[in-house]
DNA sequence: TACATGCGCTACATTATATGTAGCGTCAAG
DNA sequence: CTTGACGCTACATATAATGTAGCGCATGTA
């Protein structure tokens, strides 16, 4: 059973309710898409989000180290094994919204 | 290109940021995920949401209208044609899901 | 040795966001 | 002419995110 220390409010602890209780929260999916292309600094993961603050992004990070989404090693933040599945709906997000800005842009 | 008056940080407009600042709002991801078997109507989706309070809720259903993910119809709430396509990555996230629950129990 | 640079953070006051509770106006059924 | 479900809105309170400053550590350079 996932880590449930970290969730806020849904308390079955159906594995989708703490990911999407997770994903949910500001910057989450930000953190994941950018780390797509490889492993990031603090600094520089805090950078391409527009600057987060050095407090969320931290707070987020510990988030999703704890949920064994991501890691901490030499080269800065990546992806665990099973993170990087994660990370690939991140691609499947980008190809949707591509379309969707196609679509209702008229 | 996709509406972009209701987000929130980022200035680029690029669709999936715009995606992921909607995404990264507290329900929204809940929101789609309960819709996922048919429409709701505004009070059968709150309770479905933990009760999530009636404030929060008309935003983000305002916000998902907007962005023409969902719409509302006789019968209640539910995904447009290209909310449906998004609306089906929610099942990818329940199958990683239950990956990752297996995976992290040990 | 001293100084600069990049690293991962922490502290804390301010502001934005979500919550909880109450209740309104509309409609259709009994 | 009341009851119930519908989609909300108002508003005070609580929680989360922001912005700015700066700390301790390591590695490099003069």
């Known amino acids: 059973m996932p880590d449930r220390s970290i969730t806020r409010g849904s308390t079955t602890g159906r594995p989708i309710m703490v ?9 989450t999916l930000r953190i994941m898409w950018e780390l797509r292309d ?17 407090t969320t992004l931290n707070n987020r990070l510990r988030e999703l180290r704890k949920m064994a989404i991501i ?35 008229d």
Chains 1, 2 share one sequence.
Request: aromatic fraction near 10%; hydrophobic fraction near 35%.
């Open 19 to 27: 990911l999407l209780d997770a994903l949910g929260k500001r910057w």
């Open 38 to 54: 490889g492993p990031q600094t603090f600094r520089n993961l805090q950078e391409r989000c527009d600057d987060v603050s050095p």
């Open 71 to 105: 890691d901490h090693r030499e080269g800065g933040y990546c992806y665990t094994a099973l993170g990087t599945e994660l990370g690939e709906q991140m691609i499947a997000l980008d190809q949707w919204s591509a379309r969707w800005a196609d679509s209702v842009k």
